[in-house]
């Protein structure tokens, strides 16, 4: 079987949580005797070659809508739903905070892909975007999809309530690299030691973070670089936090390993979050869990997290104390060693391809 990846034309110089996503799916797809071909959007595609093209992340639709019209192939989707309307609206600074306000999200969207592209930081979107705007576009897309592949249950019904999309579905849980996040049982946690694994941005909160553990007992490390349209937000991290607070620059995943079995908790206060993969990866190796109460966490962590309000530095201050004061939680440890697998992903992924494309 041979299949197409699209994806957006910056995964790998603005890597995100998505990056991790494709490239260990693809791996994995791999092995399992799959032929995969990663394609950033903007680039000429054989069409005649795949039996089928996967796409990924429906809230970027212009890097989708180039390549659908053309296909005659089964379509599959990984939506990776992010919703950033309340950040936008309540919480950006700005001009962009000022202009955010004034508008619905999927024009704010559209703003956001049309300076994307004017500014050079992505590539100019297609024609039958510019005309139909982002939830039309969105619309259409998903009106061509043949399986959609949400990360949860509360994706899909995310979907259905934005879009009123009706699909066969399957859900196709994010993972960790079993092989690369292995815990040491022997290894004590540093009780004071907190982390927090994201890239730098706004919609990230590590702002409220730092207000949150600012001058406290903990020695807190910011993993990660700031989005390259987030420098001014990273400015004013670096003046806001005290000297507890630490700024690492993102490391691949083999050097956070270390720090993940050094950490007593791992903190993600993000204003949405789709699981959050670093969550995923440090849980994995015995960290306690703090993270935001918004987007569809809940459905990875059930019970087995501290849940934070984004908006308050008191709320994320309470979560991880509360989390440092009581040990490893080793039934979310083993049931994301267990469960929560790229292969496990890949696994699940070739199943659905099956469905449309037999033997």
């Known amino acids: 079987m041979k299949v197409a990846f699209i994806t957006r ?6 890597p995100g949580g998505d990056t991790v996503q494709i490239i260990e799916t693809a791996g994995y797809l791999r092995k399992l005797n799959a032929e995969v071909d990663i394609i950033l959007s903007g680039k000429k595609i054989n069409y005649s070659k795949y ?8 809230t970027r639709p212009a890097d989708i809508l180039r390549y659908i019209k053309k296909i005659e192939a089964p379509v599959i989707l990984s939506p990776i739903l992010v919703d950033y309307s309340e950040y936008d609206r309540y919480h950006r600074k700005g001009l962009s905070g000022f202009i955010f306000k004034k508008f619905s999200p999927g024009v704010n969207e559209y703003i956001k892909t049309m300076v994307r592209a004017v500014k ?3 590539s100019m979107p297609p024609a039958s975007y510019i005309l139909k705007g982002h939830k039309k576009s969105i619309k259409k897309i998903l009106a061509r999809v043949t399986i959609l592949l949400p990360a949860s249950e509360l994706e899909y019904q995310k979907l259905q309530k ?3 999309v009706k699909k066969e579905y399957v859900i196709v849980p994010n993972g960790i690299s079993s092989g690369l996040f292995i815990p040491d049982e022997k290894r004590e946690k540093e009780k004071n030691l907190v982390i927090c ?5 706004g919609i990230k909160n590590q702002l409220n973070l730092i207000k949150a553990l600012n001058d406290s007992r903990y020695n807190v490390f910011l993993i990660g670089s700031p ?4 420098l001014s937000y990273y400015s ?3 003046k806001a936090a005290s000297s507890n607070v630490e700024f690492i620059e993102r490391l691949p995943q083999d050097e956070l390993v270390d720090y993940y079995r050094r950490a007593k908790v791992h903190v993600l206060p993000s204003w949405f979050e789709t699981c959050g993969l670093s969550s995923l990866e440090a849980a994995a190796m015995g960290c306690n869990i703090v993270i935001t109460d918004k987007g569809y966490t809940k459905d990875y962590f059930g019970d087995d997290a501290f849940y934070c309000n984004p908006e ?3 709320s994320i201050l309470t979560a991880v104390e509360k989390a440092a004061s009581v040990t490893s939680n080793k039934i979310l440890q083993k049931r994301i060693l267990e469960e929560y697998t790229w292969e496990n992903a890949a696994a699940i992924t070739l199943e659905a391809y099956k469905k449309v494309v037999p033997g």
């Open 162 to 164: 934005e879009y009123g």
């Open 120 to 122: 050079g930081n992505d």
């Open 236 to 238: 004013k991290c670096r």
């Open 227 to 230: 989005a390259p349209n987030q």
């Open 312 to 314: 308050d530095p008191a």
């Open 51 to 58: 039996d089928l093209f996967h796409f990924f992340n429906i």
């Open 9 to 14: 034309a910056t995964l790998f110089n603005v």
């Open 197 to 201: 694994g994201a890239r730098i941005e």
